[in-house]
């Protein structure tokens, strides 16, 4: 379960890594042909970590509800996302 525990945190930091530099305009600009964008990728991929590691095994979410439904499986974005989010 550690190595489990480490590969998430080692997979959020290179992904965080990867979108420090990039402005709030880049995160949420939606591509030609795209439904979504990186703002949105990364809240999903947060959700869905904790529907699987948390919901599934009867747990509380450690994070909050409106983000469950801001990027679940079938959301898209609503609105720009600020660069305090």
């Not at 590691?53 to 909050?64: D, N, R, S, T």
């Not at 898209?76 to 600020?82: A, I, N, Q």
Request: aromatic content about 8%.
């Amino acid at each position: 379960m550690e190595k489990i525990i480490e590969l998430i945190k080692a997979s959020r930091t290179k992904l965080l890594s990867l979108v420090e530099e990039l402005t709030t305009e880049e995160m949420n600009y939606i591509p030609t042909g795209f439904k979504n964008n990186l703002a949105w990728q990364i809240g999903h991929l947060v959700v869905s970590q904790q529907i699987l590691c948390y919901k599934l095994a009867g747990q509380p979410f450690v994070i909050e509800d409106e983000l469950i439904d801001l990027y679940k499986n079938g959301s898209k974005p609503e609105r720009d996302f600020s660069a305090a989010e």
